[in-house]
């Protein structure tokens, strides 16, 4: 049978429950101003159950919301009888009224994903040949293993993927650590904005550090001063991340670190001129310096050519040749 349309009491809707509430962090502004000058119109998908008065909202939770804000009083509504609408049908309609208006968040995608498979039994195969296109994502196992651990995250990691503040791998990657390490790191990576290969640079020197050293994240994050960093008012966005980069490379690498500072230091005692430039080996792994050099005349020819004769002489060249 289909659905009977009338103006419906928002008395008569059971607010409370969200059973098929798929929208996360919402952006009400443009709704807000569509429903107080002109009301709703798209009605919403109502369902009535046996033994229940109060009818179930299956999409439109956030216009019932506006029209109680903007206090309007009823809502146009489809109503569906539960007897003929079952479960499955009304999950799969909220999913499809919502794609035919945005495209899905990572955290209702997840939601969406997690729902179809663990509450009515889908199969990952057809999750992956039907569900994952439809949803804007890899049609992968791998992506649906991906968005099973994202559902279960904390909401603040949740939140910050949404907003754009996290990637959805870095999010993840936080949601493996407990307590202070989760909270220290989640710092870190939210208050700064970090681009994708920044944050798995990032990443990657805190898990090695951790590994070598047999310590927590929050430990190495201590080392680098994360509180001092953070709260330097002095510094840019920018110039924080490089900042921690720094110092998370010189833990992570202390003796490279270090050859590395003795080696700018050598340099400048040197004084080359701009058009010369002295190159260690990679990692100061080798046995040769490498000398470039830019001219475009005879003049900046013979500049250069002097410069590197002086060098040869410099008491600063034996703090070279230690490196190597």
Same mark, same amino acid.
């Given at each position: 049978?289909?659905?009977?349309?009338?103006?419906?009491?928002?008395?008569?809707?059971?607010?409370?429950?969200?059973?098929?509430?798929?929208?996360?962090?919402?952006?009400?502004?443009?709704?807000?101003?569509s429903?107080?000058?002109?009301?709703?119109?798209?009605?919403?998908?109502?369902?009535?159950?046996?033994?229940?008065?109060?009818?179930?909202?299956?999409?439109?939770?956030?216009?019932?919301?506006?029209?109680r804000e903007?206090?309007?009083?009823?809502?146009?509504?489809?109503?569906?009888?539960?007897?003929?609408?079952?479960?499955?049908?009304?999950?799969?309609?909220?999913?499809h009224?919502?794609?035919?208006?945005?495209?899905l968040?990572?955290?209702?995608?997840?939601?969406?994903?997690?729902?179809?498979?663990?509450e &009515?039994?889908?199969? @990952?195969?057809t %999750?992956?040949?039907?569900?994952c296109?439809? $949803?804007?994502? +890899?049609p992968?196992? #791998?992506?649906?293993?991906?968005?099973?651990a994202f559902?279960?995250?904390?909401e603040?990691l949740?939140?910050?993927?949404?907003?754009?503040?996290?990637?959805?791998?870095?999010a993840l990657w936080?949601?493996?650590?407990?307590?202070?390490?989760?909270q220290?790191?989640?710092?870190?990576?939210?208050?700064?904005?970090?681009?994708?290969?920044?944050?798995?640079e990032?990443?990657?020197y805190?898990?090695?550090?951790?590994?070598?050293?047999?310590?927590?994240?929050?430990?190495?994050?201590?080392r680098v001063?994360l509180?001092?960093?953070?709260?330097?008012?002095?510094?840019?966005?920018?110039?924080?991340?490089?900042?921690?980069?720094?110092?998370?490379?010189?833990?992570?690498?202390?003796?490279?670190s270090?050859?590395?500072?003795? &080696?700018?230091?050598? @340099?400048?005692q %040197?004084?080359?001129?701009?058009?010369?430039? $002295?190159?260690? +080996?990679?990692?100061? #792994?080798?046995?040769?310096?490498?000398?470039?050099?830019?001219?475009?005349?005879?003049?900046?020819?013979?500049?250069?050519?002097?410069?590197?004769?002086?060098?040869?002489?410099?008491?600063?060249?034996?703090?070279?040749?230690?490196?190597?």
């Open positions: 049978m289909a659905p009977t349309f009338r103006d419906v009491p928002l008395t008569d809707i059971a607010l409370e429950d969200t059973r098929w509430l798929l929208t996360y962090r919402p952006q009400l502004d443009a709704l807000r101003r429903i107080a000058q002109i009301g709703v119109v798209t009605p919403v998908q109502l369902r009535s159950l046996p033994g229940r008065e109060a009818l179930q909202i299956v999409c439109g939770f956030q216009r019932v919301h506006v029209c903007v206090g309007q009083t009823t809502v146009p509504a489809l109503i569906h009888n539960a007897a003929e609408f079952p479960d499955e049908q009304a999950f799969l309609l909220a999913v009224e919502n794609l035919g208006c945005r495209p968040n990572v955290v209702e995608t997840g939601r969406a994903l997690w729902r179809l498979q663990h &009515f039994g889908y199969q @990952v195969s %999750l992956v040949q039907e569900f296109p439809l $949803l804007g994502v +890899p992968r196992r #791998d992506t649906l293993a991906m968005y099973e559902v279960v995250l904390d603040p949740q939140a910050a993927t949404v907003d754009g503040r996290l990637a959805m791998s870095t936080i949601g493996e650590h407990e307590g202070m390490d989760r220290e790191l989640a710092r870190l990576f939210t208050e700064i904005k970090l681009g994708s290969n920044r944050a798995r990032f990443i990657a805190i898990d090695d550090i951790c590994r070598r050293d047999d310590c927590t994240a929050s430990a190495v994050l201590h001063d509180e001092g960093v953070l709260g330097d008012a002095k510094l840019s966005g920018p110039q924080k991340i490089e900042r921690f980069r720094h110092r998370l490379r010189q833990e992570r690498y202390p003796q490279l270090s050859h590395e500072e003795r &080696f700018q230091t050598a @340099v400048r %040197l004084h080359l001129p701009g058009q010369v430039r $002295l190159r260690p +080996p990679p990692s100061f #792994d080798g046995s040769d310096y490498q000398v470039t050099f830019n001219f475009h005349n005879r003049e900046v020819l013979q500049q250069s050519a002097q410069s590197l004769l002086d060098a040869a002489s410099a008491a600063a060249l034996a703090e070279l040749f230690e490196l190597l």
